[in-house]
């Protein structure tokens, strides 16, 4: 039965011919953030990736609004943000010039980037190509673009990785201001994300 904006229903996946998860489900809504936890190999990146349609599963469904994604694979991806283990940035391009870029793939001109360089303290990066920063400025770089996308459903694997504190904190913001405006979230982490309202969803329990 559908319920929410997403739908997973009875979804089973393996990696490496193991089965990793089976008979999976959940639902997410407009403004809700859901937290994957769980051992390592207990199947976050996993089910990440097959909502992300970058791996395969073996049986169940995802619906978005009512409807397969498997029968409309480019409009499910058009409404999806994604940040893994890599970062997802052009090294030659500039800080601002990777956000713009993740706006107009969208259909966007601009608007907000000015803000999400401010939010995540990227200001006096913006003009710098991606490949000069370190990782910590890499990590604040990919989840600004995340943020920049203006897309309906993050879907984020470890976002706090080589985060400092007051990296951590800016995520936590541009988390909170993408619930806020309607907008949905699935993360896999071992911290803590502290977001008032969220959910978890501990694999291999």
């Known amino acids: 039965m559908v319920t929410g904006l997403l739908d997973v229903t009875e979804l089973a996946c393996r990696r490496g011919g193991r089965r990793v998860f089976d008979r999976l489900s959940f639902s997410l809504g407009a403004g809700e953030l ?10 976050k990146t996993t089910l990440l990736r097959a909502l992300a349609l970058l791996a395969p599963i073996d049986s169940g469904a995802i619906h978005w609004q009512g409807s397969d994604v498997a029968m409309d694979r480019e409009r499910w991806r058009g409404q999806l943000a994604w940040l893994g283990h890599l970062d997802g940035l052009k090294g030659d391009l ?3 010039e990777n956000l713009l870029l993740a706006q107009r793939l969208r259909g966007g001109h601009g608007d907000g980037v000015a803000a999400t360089l401010a939010t995540f303290d990227l200001v006096a990066l913006a003009a710098r190509p991606v ?3 370190s990782a910590g400025q890499r990590r604040r770089s990919a989840l600004a673009r995340v943020a920049a996308s203006a897309a309906s459903v993050w879907l984020l694997d470890e976002p706090l990785n080589a985060l400092d504190m007051p ?11 993408h619930l806020a405006s309607g907008g949905s979230a699935i993360a896999a982490t071992h911290a803590p994300l502290d977001m008032a309202g ?8």
């Open 198 to 205: 969220g959910r978890t969803l501990e694999l291999g329990a």
């Open 34 to 43: 859901l937290a994957l936890t769980g051992r390592n190999g207990s199947g």
């Open 94 to 96: 500039t800080v601002r």
């Open 167 to 177: 990296g951590q904190a800016a995520l936590r913001a541009a988390l909170a201001g």
């Open 131 to 133: 490949r000069t920063l």
